[in-house]
C-alpha cells in the first residue's frame, strides 16, 4: 500500500509540473522568435550597411592619416620645406578628391537606407554633408589660394619676412585648412559612432 501511494504521489507531482511548464511558455513568447527574425534587416540593407561603413572608415581613415602621418612626417623628414610643402598638397587633394567622391555616394546610402528614425538618418545625412562641404572648400578656394600665393612667393616661403602681407595670407589660409580637416574629422567619427549605435538597436 505505502508503495502504490507513493507512486500516485510521485505521478501526481509530474502532472503538476508538466502542467507548470507548459502554462510557463506563453504564446506570446512562441510567437516573439519568428516575429525577432522578422524584423530583422535583409541581405540588401545589410550589404548598404557594409558599404557604408567601410566607405566612410575609409575616408575618416585617409584624413586621420593625411593629418597625423602624412603632413608632420613630410615637414620633419624631407630637407626643405619647399618638398614637404610639394607633396603635403599633392597628398591633401586626393583626399578631397575621396571625400567629394564618397560623400554623395553616402548620402545616397542613406536615403535609401531603412531601419532607423527619421531624425537619425537626418543627422547622419547631415554630418555628412559638412563633411562634403568642408572637402569643396579645401579643394576649390584653400588648395588654390595656396598655391598661387606660394607661386606668387616663388615658391621659397621661409625666405619671405613673416609680416609680409602675402605670408599673412598663406598662414591664415593654412589656418582654416586644419580648421576644415579637423571638422570633417570630428563630424565623420560622430557619424560612424551613429551608424554603429544604429546596428546595435536594430
Known sequence: MLRKLKRNQSSQLSKVSGD???????????EAEPDAYANRP?????????VEVLLLGGWLGSMMFFS???????????PTRE???VIVTSTIGKVEVIG???????????????????AARFLRIGLIGLMVTCAALSR????????????SMGGHIDDVSPADPMRLHFNDLHQYSVALMG????????SLFLTVQSWLRR
Not at 554623395?104 to 537606407?113: D, F, G, Q, R, T
Not at 584653400?142 to 607661386?151: D, G
Not at 571638422?183 to 560622430?190: E, K, T, Y
Request: proline residues 5%; charged residues 5%.
Open 20 to 30: 507548470r511548464m507548459v502554462r510557463s511558455v506563453s504564446p506570446s513568447s512562441v
Open 42 to 50: 535583409g541581405i540588401g540593407q545589410q550589404f548598404l550597411s557594409f
Open 68 to 78: 597625423f602621418a602624412v603632413a608632420p612626417s613630410a615637414f620633419a623628414v624631407l
Open 83 to 85: 618638398m614637404a610643402g
Open 100 to 118: 567629394l567622391i564618397i560623400g554623395p555616394i553616402l548620402i545616397l546610402i542613406n536615403a535609401v537606407k531603412t531601419g532607423s528614425s527619421s
Open 140 to 151: 576649390f578656394w584653400i588648395s588654390p589660394s595656396m598655391v598661387s600665393l606660394r607661386a
Open 183 to 190: 571638422i570633417a574629422i570630428v563630424a565623420g567619427l560622430v
